[in-house]
């Protein structure tokens, strides 16, 4: 009987041949774009000019997100179940930590009356969840991108509330990254085959980066309308890096402090 530790004792084992280029890196590609995304996922961090910004993101995405990175190139260097658990469990914890945050209050069922019990109904939720991931592993990559359907939902919901153009923008970007995202996570899935027949099988790759960029465009979307219901004395604007001009670009929340009227 494997270990749960051994390499390819994983339930997923994704469309890029394994140990092809490397005697110690079961999927050579995925592993590598997946260390290019986590640069990707982390260099957005500098460019929030504020300290508020820079103390949210710290404090929940940043360190779990990244934890998740971290166990998903592990996944993808073993594809051992143990890496498979790790890089699930650490998503779901991100997320969690991300919603137990910054899930706007508007938002609460109606039974939760503060952010104190939407702490305490995130924590139950999670723990359910985390025992329930051990159940079917295979379905648990599914089970969390329909996570980003509800984000979607939200997204549409502020976006209908907002006349800023450049926050649309950030929202449009988000959802075309997430689009070329899924996709290729998709079809790397369910069109594994064709990609092999034809000495393609690179979109699980293409995915890591893709969700980098979805992320890069997400997170500081959340900071904005995080900071427009919770500090209403703040005036968040989001702002590209290196400017408005260039077609790729870095977004960050600034923040100003409106003029005081009196
Ligand atoms: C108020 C809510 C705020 C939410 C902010 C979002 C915080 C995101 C925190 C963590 C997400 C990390 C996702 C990176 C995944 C990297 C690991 C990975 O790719 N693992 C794969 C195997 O290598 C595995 O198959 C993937 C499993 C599913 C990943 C699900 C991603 C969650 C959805 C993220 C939302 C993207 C934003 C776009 C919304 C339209
Ligand atoms: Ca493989
Ligand atoms: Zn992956």
Request: aromatic share 20%; charged share 15%.
């Amino acid at each position: 009987m494997p270990s749960i530790f051994s390499y390819e004792s994983a339930e997923i084992d994704w469309c890029e041949g394994n140990f092809e280029h490397s005697a110690i890196i079961a999927e050579y590609y995925n592993t590598v774009r997946r260390a290019i995304s986590n640069l990707l996922y982390g260099s957005g961090e500098p460019l929030r000019d504020s300290l508020l910004s820079l103390a949210l993101w710290a404090l929940v995405s940043a360190k779990p997100g990244l934890l998740a990175c971290i166990f998903s190139t592990y996944f993808h260097m073993t594809l051992s179940y143990v890496g498979q658990l790790l890089d699930e469990l650490s998503i779901l914890w991100a997320l969690a930590a991300a919603y137990s945050f910054w899930y706007p209050k508007v938002y609460f069922p109606k039974f939760i009356k503060s952010r104190k019990h939407f702490f305490w109904l995130s924590g139950v939720t999670t723990l359910i969840t985390t025992l329930m991931s051990f159940i079917k592993p295979a379905l648990n990559a599914y089970v969390l991108n329909c996570i980003a359907f509800h984000l979607l939902y939200l997204t549409w919901r502020e976006l209908k509330k907002c006349n800023d153009k450049r926050v649309h923008r950030t929202a449009a970007a988000m959802v075309v990254w997430w689009v070329l995202a899924i996709s290729s996570w998709i079809s790397d899935r369910w069109l594994c085959g064709f990609w092999q027949a034809i000495n393609f099988p690179y979109f699980h790759s293409f995915w890591h980066v893709l969700i980098a960029m979805s992320l890069l465009y997400c997170c500081p979307l959340v900071i904005y309308f995080d900071v427009n219901y919770e500090l209403p004395s703040f005036k968040p604007k989001i702002r590209y890096w290196p400017s408005d001009s260039w077609f790729v670009v870095v977004p960050y929340v600034a923040l100003e402090k409106p003029y005081k009227q009196c």
